[in-house]
Nanobody, 128 residues
């Protein structure tokens, strides 16, 4: 079974940087899209970023220019580099991958937790 484990969350001040990691096992990592979602207190879960097997990336407008998603196929790991962090970035961040290949961008963005595979989440807290 596909298993995802996030790491790298924690506390930091506004303007700081942090890198999240997600290690994936149980499937051919390079053949599938990988991405990140987040859920802030009192808010709905939202899409953050994704990267496809081709290297194509997609970002939410709220993080574009500040966050960078990347993947290391040799390590079966996807990363989210977060720069210029703001208090509104405070959330639980979840790593996710769809159940099959060839997932369109819009389908990935709308992916629910009942679809695909998800990590346990890692807390990111940004203070002003």
């Amino acid at each position: 079974q596909v298993h995802l484990v996030e790491s790298g969350g924690g506390f930091l001040q506004a303007g700081g940087s942090m890198r999240l990691s997600c290690a994936v096992s149980g499937r051919t990592f390079s053949s599938y899209a990988m991405g990140w979602f987040r859920q802030a207190p009192g808010k709905e879960r939202e899409f953050v970023a994704a990267i496809w097997d081709s290297g194509y990336t997609n970002y939410a407008d709220s993080v574009k220019g500040r966050f960078t998603i990347s993947r290391d196929n040799a390590k079966n790991t996807v990363y989210l580099q977060m720069n210029s962090l703001q208090p509104e970035d405070t959330a639980v961040y979840y790593c996710a991958t769809p159940p099959s290949a060839f997932t369109p961008v819009t389908t990935f963005q709308a992916m629910g937790r009942n679809s695909g595979y998800w990590g346990q989440g890692t807390q990111v807290t940004v203070s002003s």
